[in-house]
């Protein structure tokens, strides 16, 4: 999470980047910054918004979940429906949609107006993040140009949730909550005018008939999925909302596999879902997303109450990340290169699982600076796993089923960074002290993220040939 200026890692000496490759690879990243940024830079200024809009505690989760539903609800059918449509026309109209909601929030004169503008602005990002990552596959060739420019869209997807992190508070102390709205504006009004003239159109040369019986089962099984689990988040998992949601949205997802076995133009391949880098690349994935908005969330926690830093204190401990994270995203193409996206998305996962692990040696007098240290590590290897999962998961589809590979990718994503604090994170608050709390889930965590590198070891090594 940094200035957003030419993309850290893409030298200006490098022969396979062109000063137009240049400009579409900065649109599409700071598309992708954009709607990272808008995952946390609300998070601080929750209090303060709901003194203003009149939004009691209990209501205020409803500021992350209107826009987590659709966001994450409407990936995949976004995606396909840019394979089919057009990826560049949905691009854009999901851009203007994001900006105009972006005013709506920043302006809003009760709940209801600034919960629409964030549903909205789910909506919106809904159909900038899979249809800006296929214009991205399908503009670089698979390859290095291919993986080092994933590798400056994954560095940006973690920069802006740790900037947001950092800019939420300082922003709401400073100019008022509104702003953080106002900032998402703003970045809408850069990236939009220059979209236009620079992305190439691209959708798939045949036009088959959209997939309706698929596309309704599995975006209401997300949307059921993704509510429960950030209610869950909240309240817990007994709420009577919670278990119908989550059993309905598990029914809705069974359905869609029903359903896409039989249609002779699905939504989702199920032979794409069966080769060994799709499945395992998206569960680790899914694990490292999870597992890490864990980490960050237990940490905070810890950072605050217990040894008593300040809001903007515990954003400068993540800001750190934010720097190691850039490092590591000119860093992990070159690794690719090298290793190859498999071997760095195990080895990425271990190293990940193995710095969570060095964290639970935090103390009262060193926590701050070890929790800097290891946590930033641990992100550098993460930041390895979101770039080596996003070329495993995409390499060798052809082009007119990339926005359906990068719609799996992104859905991980939004599924991972939803399920990890309810799964998880609730733990750190249910004993007597919230030290032993942060401890459990730590070690927890370490365990999930190891067994999954041995999983992936094992089952990428098994599919080489898949």
């Known amino acids: 999470m940094a200035t957003l200026t030419t993309p850290p890692s893409a030298p200006a000496a490098d022969p396979g980047l062109t000063g137009r490759t240049r400009l579409i690879l900065f649109v599409l990243c700071a598309a992708q910054f954009m709607v990272a940024l808008d995952f946390s830079v609300l998070n601080v200024a929750l209090p303060a918004l709901g003194a203003d809009l009149g939004l009691s505690s209990s209501a205020l989760q409803w500021a992350v979940t209107a826009f987590a539903l659709p966001s994450g609800g409407f990936l995949l059918l976004s995606g396909r429906l840019g394979d089919l449509y057009g990826r560049k026309r949905l691009f854009l109209a999901g851009l203007a949609l994001f900006g105009t909601a972006s005013l709506l929030a920043t302006f809003a004169w009760d709940p209801a107006s600034f919960l629409t503008g964030r549903a909205l602005q789910g909506l919106g990002a809904a159909a900038i993040v899979p249809t800006g990552m296929s214009l991205l596959t399908t503009t670089f060739p698979e390859g290095p140009l291919r993986d080092r420019a994933l590798g400056i869209s994954g ?18 102390d400073t100019l008022g909550w509104r702003s953080t709205m106002g900032l998402l504006a703003v970045f809408t009004l850069i990236v939009l005018p220059l979209a236009p003239g620079l992305l190439p159109e691209s ?6 008939r959209l997939d309706v019986p698929g596309a309704v089962t599995v975006t209401g099984g997300l949307l059921a999925l993704i509510y429960a689990l950030s209610t869950a988040a909240e309240r817990g998992f007994g709420g009577a909302d919670v278990l119908v949601t989550l059993v309905a949205g598990i029914a809705l997802l069974v359905a869609f596999v029903l359903v896409e076995s039989r249609h002779d133009a699905p939504l989702v391949s199920l032979p794409m879902l069966k080769r060994r880098t799709v499945a395992f690349g998206n569960l680790g994935g899914l694990i490292t997303f999870s597992m890490m908005s864990t980490v960050v969330f237990v940490l905070t926690l810890y950072l605050q109450q217990t040894l008593k830093l300040s809001s903007f204190a515990t954003g400068l401990v993540f800001g750190v990340q934010g720097v190691v994270s850039v490092f590591a995203g000119t860093v992990a193409p070159k690794v690719i290169g090298r290793l190859g996206a498999r071997r760095t998305l195990v080895l990425s ?16 007098e060193s926590g701050a600076i070890l929790a800097a240290v290891a946590v930033s590590l641990a992100s550098m290897c993460h930041l390895g796993a979101i770039i080596s999962y996003g070329v495993t998961v995409t390499s060798g589809v052809p082009d007119e089923e990339q926005g359906l590979a990068t719609g799996l990718v992104t859905t991980t994503q939004q599924v991972g960074i939803t399920i990890g604090i309810p799964l998880l994170g609730v733990l750190a608050t249910t004993g007597t002290r919230l030290y032993d709390g942060v401890r459990t889930v730590l070690l927890l965590d370490a365990a999930i993220v190891l067994a999954a590198a041995l999983l992936l070891a094992v089952g990428l090594r098994k599919g080489r040939a898949a």
């Open 155 to 172: 560095t940006l997807l973690s920069l802006g949730f740790t900037v947001g992190m950092v800019l939420g508070g300082v922003m709401t």
């Open 349 to 364: 996962l271990a190293g990940q699982g193995l710095f969570v692990a060095a964290i639970l040696g935090i103390g009262a």
């Open 203 to 208: 959708r798939t040369p045949e036009r088959p």
